[in-house]
């Protein structure tokens, strides 16, 4: 079972999709090994109903975090401490679905700015090369 079908069999009929977004999901991008989801569903009240059942899978339910109307979830490898998904939980009709899927889907149809993105990521890490946050 896929990450996307365990999250939606856990969030039940409040799951609408789930999208892969960030630089894993564009090709030729150099990226953390870190799946960023975007999981829509209904509401994001009937999502904090949910918030067992996501920690049931391995996720630290982190709220908020800063960004109203978004939750977010972490899950971390129990061993090496990397991460390895982050969720960015959206209520259908979210207007940061329409900007992280459409920021994507530019990338993945626009090669020469795809490289030029890449190489952006590059020289920042450099800059930063401790926090990633930083860039």
């Known amino acids: 079972m896929t990450e996307a079908q365990a999250l939606i069999a856990a969030i039940g009929a409040c799951a609408l999709a789930v999208h892969h977004v960030g630089s894993t999901a564009i090709p030729g991008i150099r990226a953390k090994p870190v799946l960023d989801l975007i999981p829509v569903v209904s509401s994001l009240s009937d999502l904090d109903h949910c918030s067992g059942e996501i920690e049931r899978l391995g996720y ?6 800063g960004l109203p109307g978004r939750r977010y979830c972490t899950k971390t490898d129990p061993i090496s401490k990397s991460r390895l998904v982050q969720l960015h939980c959206y209520a259908e009709g979210s207007p940061e679905i329409v900007r992280h899927l459409a ?4 990338l993945r149809n626009n090669v020469d700015v795809s490289r030029a993105y890449d190489q952006e990521k590059t ?3 450099r800059l930063h090369p401790n926090d990633s946050h930083a860039y």
């Open 60 to 65: 630290e339910w982190r709220g908020e975090l």
């Open 103 to 106: 920021f994507r889907d530019y």
């Open 123 to 125: 020289r920042c890490q």
